[in-house]
């Protein structure tokens, strides 16, 4: 619900996509990418490694549904 707030509808399809394409790349089970993900502000797996240790506390730049 969140990210249909951020999102504008014209770009959910795209965006649903980019969001699949992202996880394939970035969020593999044994050994997430958190460090490097643009998205771990709005992913719950990525607070906890944040909140953890293992992850830079800097929040990224918000590019989703942007193609950046």
């Known amino acids: 619900a969140e990210l249909r707030q ?11 996509h980019r969001l699949i394409w992202h996880g394939r790349r970035m969020c593999h089970a044994r050994a997430p990418k958190c460090d ?8 719950p797996h990525g607070l906890k490694a944040a909140r953890s240790g293992q992850k830079n506390q800097d ?3 918000d590019n989703i549904g ?3």
């Not at 999102?7 to 795209?14: G, K, L, N, R, Y």
């Not at 490097?36 to 992913?43: E, G, K, M, N, Q």
């Open 66 to 68: 942007r193609g950046d």
């Open 6 to 16: 951020r999102i504008p509808m014209s770009e959910w399809a795209v965006t649903h």
């Open 36 to 43: 490097r993900c643009p998205l771990w502000v709005d992913c």
């Open 59 to 61: 929040p990224p730049v």
